[in-house]
């Protein structure tokens, strides 16, 4: 059990390290940049040894299935993709089940991750971080590498931070997750533009060939993000944290729902995401209502929506 004060303040004002659930996928066989190439949004077919890209794997209506990160391995028959962990066999999954008259197979590998965040943070290349992977990972504000292998060490003298404060650092930043604010499982899906425009413009190649669900993305990019949800920051106005699914209600009207939830010490409020509607114009007014469940017990609080990230 962490400190989660001091682990908020080094990812803020130092560097920190936390041991992150991520699962990584081994893609190989003669035909596995072919394959991807069709499969995932972003052109991976030049792929340097240890060279990483952010990339959407998408159902054919262009909705997200997933969120990874591609890594190549210096030779064309060999990739590595990252994604949050838990989602690995869901990604495993979706690749099988479009795999038609392809010489390319998966395994998932078990590997350890290590996340660098915070001002002080080395970069990906100093010869202090080792590991077979090393990433660099852009927050709004914060700095960061992902550390990703077999066996990963945490850095000689580095604050080791919990889960807690680095999830409250990643939803002020307005960072999304599967599971949470992506992927196959939520009900509704979610289309790459309502995540925001930059989770596009990191993930998504517009110069490549085609690939599933490319349609969508590209008919959204030429008339303009007009989506019906856009992921939005919100500022808790009471010392409460409401459940995640909580609904988002403005003007006696539910707008959307709470995605994730965490506290934040910079802004001395608890904080939370959510995809809230089109029509309302942030900063925004709103009240944030859950029913109780169980022995959890149901209530309602005042809230601010706002862009993000919620703190720059």
Request: with cysteine; charged share 20%.
């Amino acid at each position: 059990m962490t400190d989660v004060t001091a682990d908020y303040l080094a990812l803020k004002r130092s560097v920190a390290a936390v041991r992150l659930p991520r699962d990584v996928i081994r893609a190989f066989g003669e035909d596995t940049v072919t394959f991807l190439q069709g499969q995932i949004s972003q052109d991976v077919s030049k792929l340097q040894r240890g060279e990483c890209r952010w990339a959407l794997i998408l159902e054919p209506q262009g909705k997200i299935d997933a969120w990874v990160r591609v890594w190549g391995r210096g030779q064309t028959d060999e990739l590595l993709l990252d994604c949050d962990g838990g989602w690995g066999q869901l990604v495993l999954d979706r690749l099988v089940r479009f795999r038609m008259r392809v010489k390319v197979e998966f395994e998932l590998l078990d590997w350890q991750c290590v996340g660098l965040r915070g001002p002080d943070c080395p970069v990906a290349d100093s010869p202090e971080l080792v590991a077979e992977l090393k990433g660099p990972v852009s927050w709004s504000g914060v700095d960061g590498v992902d550390l990703i292998g077999p066996q990963v060490s945490i850095p000689n003298g580095m604050h080791i931070a919990g889960l807690a404060a680095f999830n409250s650092v990643r939803i002020e930043a307005g960072w999304p997750v599967m599971g949470a604010e992506l992927g196959g499982s939520l009900d509704p899906k979610v289309i790459p533009a309502e995540a925001g425009q930059w989770l596009i413009d990191a993930s998504v190649s517009f110069t490549k060939g085609c690939y599933t669900g490319q349609e969508l993305v590209a008919r959204v990019d030429s008339r303009g993000n007009n989506t019906p949800r856009n992921l939005r920051g919100l500022v808790i106005g009471a010392n409460v944290l409401p459940p995640v699914g909580a609904e988002i209600v403005v003007d006696d009207q539910l707008r959307g729902t709470v995605s994730s939830v965490g506290e934040s010490l910079d802004l001395r409020a608890p904080v939370a995401l959510g995809y809230v509607h089109r029509s309302v114009a942030v900063p925004a007014p709103a009240i944030i209502r859950w029913k109780a469940v169980g022995d959890f017990a149901g209530g309602e609080v005042p809230a601010q929506i706002q862009a993000l990230p919620l703190l720059s």
